[in-house]
């Protein structure tokens, strides 16, 4: 048997947050007993996106929609939430999901691999949530998205980190993350630079770009 096995439930949690050594017990408590919301932060993220009534967002990558109504009140009545999918499966769920919460400003896009079927010069931002490490060829897909920006478009990556350790480590798939300087140069390669950096998610980095000549700003709590 496993010695944490034998320990009482709080006891693990507080080994758990102890060996974390980042985090304090009670943020640790809450990643294990919040779910999803507990390590993804939502309302930060989506506050750290700046996003404005009537922008046109895309979401790549969308899976079960998580992410579609935290986008969908942010951009508002006016504004376009994209979610892209490239399985007819997640297509037809995504659809049900926006029809059962009534997200009248969401479309589902059925995009393809190589390309996710924006609307030329629209996008006022596109972001990834677990998905870059799942794209390939991701210069040659990213050097396409620049045409699918609006004027001022940005980029925006969330990723599971590839330094994290465990106990955090346990939370994240066995091998989806990435470097986060891999995704700088990625990006730089397909015609980017790196405008933003937030260090507040415990699992992800979170960085954010725009076209242009290379060079990154500091990470922002």
Not at 112 to 140: N, S, V
Request: aromatic share 8%; proline share 7%; net charge negative.
């Amino acid at each position: 048997m496993s010695p944490w096995l034998r320990l009482p439930p709080l006891l693990v949690l507080v080994a758990l947050a102890s060996a974390c050594g980042s985090l304090s017990k009670v943020d640790f408590g809450r990643l294990v007993t919040s779910g999803r919301d507990g390590w993804q932060h939502p309302e930060r993220v989506v506050e750290a996106l700046a996003l404005s009534p009537g922008d046109s967002v895309a979401e790549i990558g969308a899976g079960d929609g998580y992410w579609l109504p935290w986008l969908s009140e942010a951009v508002g009545a006016e504004g376009r939430v994209y979610a892209v999918e490239v399985e007819a499966e997640k297509v037809e769920t995504l659809k049900e999901r926006v029809s059962r919460e009534s997200l009248d400003n969401v479309v589902v896009v059925h995009g393809r691999y190589e390309d996710p079927e924006l609307p030329d010069g629209e996008i006022d931002l596109a972001m990834t949530c677990l998905t870059y490490h799942h794209i390939e060829e991701r210069e040659a897909y990213f050097g396409r998205l620049l045409a699918d920006l609006g004027p001022g478009g940005r980029v925006a990556h969330l990723d599971d980190r590839h330094d994290v350790r465990p106990p955090l480590r346990w939370f994240q798939g066995s091998g989806h993350w990435s470097d986060p300087a891999a995704i700088r140069s990625e990006m730089g390669a397909a015609g980017y630079r790196t405008v933003e950096e937030f260090d507040f998610l415990p699992l992800q980095s979170f960085q954010v770009f725009r076209p242009g000549v290379s060079g990154v700003a500091g990470a922002r709590p």
